[in-house]
């Protein structure tokens, strides 16, 4: 059985109850979804968990951080954990998130004169510092090929 995502939530909407499921995404898939793997995996009749594992070599840029979500049902509550684990160091993954705002604002529709300025001042705060930001992390993570790989491909969103 193949899983269909919400749009809103990127959580399946076809989920048996108490099957396990782990899905490694295709390529058209995972460049809709931006994640390499789901997986579903039931502790107990009230209690289970979902991760999305995100590309951590550069691929899906954009999606910088995987999710582990966890829900128990307690009487007629439902508790909640949501902890998300970061790929790339904290300056690294700043980086990738202006490139990946820039890139998003530049693609934007110009529509009307305060639409125009809204954007003009985005693309000032998130494409302005990049290229002094690149250069400042090339040399940090100079001998970190898998960094440079990732700042390379930040670089040509």
Do not use: H
């Amino acid at each position: 059985m193949k899983n269909s995502f919400s749009e809103g939530y990127y959580l399946p909407q076809d989920i048996e109850a108490m099957k396990n499921i782990t899905q490694t995404f295709d390529d058209e898939e995972s460049e809709i979804y931006g994640y390499k793997t789901l997986k579903v995996q039931w502790e107990n009749t009230k209690e289970v968990k979902i991760s999305l594992e995100a590309f951590d070599n550069g691929e899906r840029i954009c999606i910088y951080r995987s999710y582990y979500i966890s829900l128990k049902q307690i009487d007629t509550n439902v508790a909640s954990i949501i902890e998300s684990k970061m790929l790339y160091p904290q300056d690294l993954q700043t980086y990738i998130q202006n490139a990946c705002a820039c890139n998003y604002f530049r693609g934007e529709y110009r529509y009307n004169e305060a639409r125009e300025k809204e954007l003009s001042q985005k693309l000032e705060q998130y494409c302005k510092p990049l290229s002094q930001d690149y250069k400042i992390l090339q040399e940090k993570y100079n001998n970190q090929p898998k960094m440079q790989k990732i700042l390379e491909r930040t670089n040509e969103l």
